[in-house]
Nanobody, 124 residues
Framework: QVRLEESGGGLVQAGGSLRLSCAAS????????GGWFRQAPGKEREFVAG????????FYADSVKGRFTISRDNAKNTVYLQMNSLKPEDTAVYYC?????????????????WGQGTQVTVSS
């Protein structure tokens, strides 16, 4: 059973930065695509960023392009989300997920395993 553990969330002022990490307890981590999603209060969960198993391809929601960067370290079984120029509208619980066979990296239904989430709060 895959276990994902997010860390790095917290409270930051607008314009600040945070780096989220997602550590996976799975030996075949390098075979999985990774993704970050978020859910703000009263809203549906939405795609934020995705990365292929080899890190050769990355995908971003329009709302975070140019500000967020997804990366991975397969030797450490970890996916990262570097978030810069944070805005109050980025406030949400952020979830990481893994996808064994992703035909559409933007679709949360493609993802097999999910973490518990980490809170990110951006104050104005």
């Amino acid at each position: 059973q895959v276990r994902l553990e997010e860390s790095g969330g917290g409270l930051v002022q607008a314009g600040g930065s945070l780096r989220l990490s997602c550590a996976a307890s799975i030996r075949t981590f390098s075979s999985y695509a990774g993704g970050w999603f978020r859910q703000a209060p009263g809203k549906e969960r939405e795609f934020v960023a995705g990365i292929s198993w080899s890190a050769g391809n990355t995908f971003y929601a329009d709302s975070v392009k140019g500000r967020f960067t997804i990366s991975r370290d397969n030797a450490k079984n970890t996916v990262y989300l570097q978030m810069n120029s944070l805005k109050p509208e980025d406030t949400a619980v952020y979830y990481c997920a893994l996808c064994r066979r992703c035909y559409n990296n933007y679709d949360e239904d493609e993802y097999d395993s999910w973490g518990q989430g980490t809170q990110v709060t951006v104050s104005s």
